[in-house]
């Protein structure tokens, strides 16, 4: 038996200026930075009348609390076909535990979204 390494909770927030039309979205992220290694940020779109997103981006930033977006993300996406747009933090361990023959690769993770109606 061994103990699994758990990432600490994330907890995200997300600042959302502009809108679609003039397609000029500009987004801040924010969420607790713990400074461990690295987080993901996960940007999917959701078409009207659906529940499932469709992702676009992942990124990968410094754990430490914050990220701009920068408007061309945006700008090279279809949003006028799209109805809300998800923000999904991931807080991540990944190892190998065990020893010889029986190593074992442990992967746990934190995972935060937020979906907004996109303006």
């Known amino acids: ?3 699994i390494q758990t990432p600490s909770q994330i907890n995200g927030i997300v600042s959302l ?12 992220l924010s969420w607790n930075g713990m400074g461990e ?23 990968k930033t410094p754990d430490d609390g914050e990220m701009k977006i920068p408007i061309r ?10 109805e809300k747009i998800v923000f999904t933090f991931v807080r991540s361990y990944e190892g190998y535990r065990g020893s010889g023959n029986n190593e074992l690769l442990v992967s746990s993770q934190s995972i ?7 303006p």
Not at 18 to 23: A, H
Not at 37 to 59: D, F, K, N, T
Not at 112 to 118: A, E, F, K, L, P
């Open 1 to 3: 038996a061994f103990n």
């Open 17 to 28: 200026s502009g809108n679609k039309i003039n397609r000029h979205l500009e987004v801040t």
């Open 37 to 59: 290694r690295r987080v993901s940020v996960i940007i999917g779109l959701i078409r009207p009348g659906q529940l499932q997103s469709i992702p676009v981006y992942r990124l």
């Open 73 to 82: 993300f945006f700008k090279e996406l279809p949003l006028e076909n799209f």
């Open 112 to 118: 935060h979204s937020i979906v907004i109606d996109i």
